[in-house]
């Protein structure tokens, strides 16, 4: 899954010959799973339809401050515009263009939209190559990339113009993995390997029985989700849930029982950089597992149970730089029993959910928990939805791992 999956796109055309190439640009976001926005300058209208773009994002595109609709003005909301994309493309970015972004004209919606907007601006310059290399050019590449404005070189190449050299606007393949690249190299988890355990283990009791739990694994999908999108690559060691996930930097390793979990999560440990156990692991498997489905000739039966390994207290045991992290699930005397697990298995962290608490647990969308770090440090949030559970907890790891 590419990192604009999700991510709204606001998509900035001005008037040069490389606009007919912003329909593929378009179809490239739409098919990583962006949302796109197009806004365009009038000139942008000469080179490619608003009806183009419009049918391939699926968005009505905006050119002018207002739109007139029978009788009717409508005023198209450029401030909204700016806040709604989490990043605005301005490709082709023309000359003209670039020099009044610089010096903050707002004379057309899409040069107002860019002054309203606050997150990342890229721009893929696409001029003739004398405009390219002129001084006033240059000085607007200057100021707007130290406004913190990301530009995407232009190529060079055989020119509208007929000239051969700089100037050519990227392709669109180019800035999509230009931005994807850019984005990922400024995550924080970028080249950290973190391992997330999930759901419930099976212990087989026979062929056909076994005994579980009822965690749905969604605590740990989301926290695998969270770290893939903090550009970590992720290990996520899961047992039996309905909960999937596809996502390039997110390797999934199904188990079934509380041993195959303990052997995969040793395979992958000492590789890893951080290491967050939200599974429910089994602490008791059947001593032995019958081989044929046991026939009820009884009125009571009784099975054996022993002790599974603990995954957590081994990694503790073991752990060199890796950040480890596990949950505790209490019912009583909370905050004390959370902190002697936390001591007791060498943990840098704890995230303590108590089965007091109202949307806590295991089944459902939303979580109550409290950090508690090594330090000493405890954090009590209030309740969430486990996708906020999960970005807190790893805002929270990626904060202590850097203090
Ligand atoms: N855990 C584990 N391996 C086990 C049992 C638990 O890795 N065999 C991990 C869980 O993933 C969780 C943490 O240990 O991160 C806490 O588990 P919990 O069952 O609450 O605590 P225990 O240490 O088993 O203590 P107790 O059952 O006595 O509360």
């Given at each position: 899954m590419s990192i604009l999956n999700g991510k709204n796109v606001l998509l900035g055309v001005t008037g040069g010959?490389?606009?007919?190439k912003t329909a593929a640009l378009v179809r490239l976001f739409i098919k990583l799973g962006a949302n796109v926005k197009v806004v365009m300058t009038p000139a942008a209208k000469d080179f490619i339809t608003p009806l183009t773009l419009s049918t391939l994002s699926k968005n009505p595109v905006q050119y002018s401050f207002t739109t007139e609709d029978n009788d009717t003005v409508i005023w198209n909301d450029h401030v909204g515009l700016g806040l709604w994309g989490d990043l605005f493309v301005?490709?082709?970015?023309t000359a003209n263009t670039l020099s009044k972004m610089a010096s903050g004209t707002s004379n057309n919606l899409l040069l107002a939209t860019y002054l309203s907007a606050k997150c990342p601006v890229y721009f893929a310059p696409a001029m003739d190559l004398d405009m390219y290399k002129h001084p006033s050019t240059m000085e607007s590449f200057e100021k707007l990339q130290s406004f913190g404005n990301i530009m995407i070189p232009a190529g060079s190449g055989e020119l509208a113009s007929g000239l051969v050299g700089e100037?050519?606007?990227?392709e669109p393949e180019d800035i999509v993995a230009f931005i994807e690249q850019d984005i990922l190299g400024k995550l924080p988890l970028r080249g950290q390997k973190v391992l997330v355990t999930a759901g419930p283990t099976y212990e087989a009791i026979d062929p056909v029985r076994f005994i579980g739990n009822h965690s749905s694994g969604k605590m740990g999908f989301e926290i695998a989700k969270a770290s893939a999108n903090l550009g970590a690559e992720v290990v996520l060691i899961t047992g039996p849930t309905h909960e999937n996930v596809t996502h390039s930097l997110i390797n999934v390793v199904p188990v079934v029982s509380a041993s195959d979990m303990y052997n995969a999560v040793h395979d992958h440990f000492?590789?890893?950089d951080i290491a967050i156990l939200s599974a429910a692991v089994a602490d008791f498997t059947p001593k032995v597992v019958a081989t044929q489905k046991i026939k009820k000739k009884s009125d009571t039966l009784t099975l054996e149970l022993e002790r599974t390994k603990d995954i957590l207290a081994s990694l503790g045991e073991i752990k060199t730089k890796q950040y480890l992290v596990g949950f505790a699930l209490e019912t009583n005397n909370e905050l004390e029993n959370a902190k002697g697990k936390l001591k007791r298995k060498n943990l840098n962290l704890i995230v303590l959910n108590s089965l007091n608490d109202k949307g806590a647990g295991f089944k459902g969308n939303t979580n109550k928990v409290t950090f508690i770090d090594n330090t000493g440090d405890i954090a009590e949030h209030d309740l969430k939805s486990k996708t906020d559970v999960a970005s807190d907890l790893l805002n929270k790891i990626i904060e202590n791992r850097h203090a």
């Amino acid at each position: 899954m590419s990192i604009l999956n999700g991510k709204n796109v606001l998509l900035g055309v001005t008037g040069g010959i490389a606009a007919y190439k912003t329909a593929a640009l378009v179809r490239l976001f739409i098919k990583l799973g962006a949302n796109v926005k197009v806004v365009m300058t009038p000139a942008a209208k000469d080179f490619i339809t608003p009806l183009t773009l419009s049918t391939l994002s699926k968005n009505p595109v905006q050119y002018s401050f207002t739109t007139e609709d029978n009788d009717t003005v409508i005023w198209n909301d450029h401030v909204g515009l700016g806040l709604w994309g989490d990043l605005f493309v301005i490709a082709p970015a023309t000359a003209n263009t670039l020099s009044k972004m610089a010096s903050g004209t707002s004379n057309n919606l899409l040069l107002a939209t860019y002054l309203s907007a606050k997150c990342p601006v890229y721009f893929a310059p696409a001029m003739d190559l004398d405009m390219y290399k002129h001084p006033s050019t240059m000085e607007s590449f200057e100021k707007l990339q130290s406004f913190g404005n990301i530009m995407i070189p232009a190529g060079s190449g055989e020119l509208a113009s007929g000239l051969v050299g700089e100037g050519r606007m990227a392709e669109p393949e180019d800035i999509v993995a230009f931005i994807e690249q850019d984005i990922l190299g400024k995550l924080p988890l970028r080249g950290q390997k973190v391992l997330v355990t999930a759901g419930p283990t099976y212990e087989a009791i026979d062929p056909v029985r076994f005994i579980g739990n009822h965690s749905s694994g969604k605590m740990g999908f989301e926290i695998a989700k969270a770290s893939a999108n903090l550009g970590a690559e992720v290990v996520l060691i899961t047992g039996p849930t309905h909960e999937n996930v596809t996502h390039s930097l997110i390797n999934v390793v199904p188990v079934v029982s509380a041993s195959d979990m303990y052997n995969a999560v040793h395979d992958h440990f000492k590789t890893v950089d951080i290491a967050i156990l939200s599974a429910a692991v089994a602490d008791f498997t059947p001593k032995v597992v019958a081989t044929q489905k046991i026939k009820k000739k009884s009125d009571t039966l009784t099975l054996e149970l022993e002790r599974t390994k603990d995954i957590l207290a081994s990694l503790g045991e073991i752990k060199t730089k890796q950040y480890l992290v596990g949950f505790a699930l209490e019912t009583n005397n909370e905050l004390e029993n959370a902190k002697g697990k936390l001591k007791r298995k060498n943990l840098n962290l704890i995230v303590l959910n108590s089965l007091n608490d109202k949307g806590a647990g295991f089944k459902g969308n939303t979580n109550k928990v409290t950090f508690i770090d090594n330090t000493g440090d405890i954090a009590e949030h209030d309740l969430k939805s486990k996708t906020d559970v999960a970005s807190d907890l790893l805002n929270k790891i990626i904060e202590n791992r850097h203090a």
